[in-house]
Nanobody
């Protein structure tokens, strides 16, 4: 059974860092489009970072230069390194998998597997 499980969220101060993990099971994460999304209260889910099977990564403009997505193939685990966190980064973070090229990685509807989410709270 295909499954995604996130961890690593927490409460931090502005400027601090967190690393989120997403363990994939039932399929090789390196062969699909793997992405991170987030959702703040009262807002729509938005794409944060996408990682294609080719290894190419793309980011939302709001996190470029601060967040880095990576994949450990041996552990079948995707990471999101988040630096210089800001209050606007607060939200529930989800990892997702899609059988696509990741060309439009930010489209929520393309993903058929989602994790349960991990909460990130950044206070000023």
């Amino acid at each position: 059974q295909n499954r995604l499980a996130e961890s690593g969220g927490g409460s931090v101060q502005t400027g601090e860092s967190l690393r989120l993990s997403c363990v994939a099971s039932g399929f090789p994460a390196s062969t699909v489009c793997m992405s991170w999304f987030r959702q703040a209260p009262g807002k729509e889910r938005e794409g944060v970072a996408g990682l294609a099977a080719s290894g190419a990564a793309d980011y939302a403009e709001s996190v470029k230069g601060r967040f880095t997505v990576s994949l450990d193939k041996e552990k079948n685990t995707m990471y999101l390194e988040m630096n210089d966190l800001k209050p606007e980064d607060t939200g529930m973070y989800y990892c997702a998998a899609a059988p696509t090229t990741c060309r439009w990685w930010y489209l929520v509807a393309d993903y058929n597997y989602w994790g349960q989410g991990t909460q990130v709270t950044v206070s000023s």
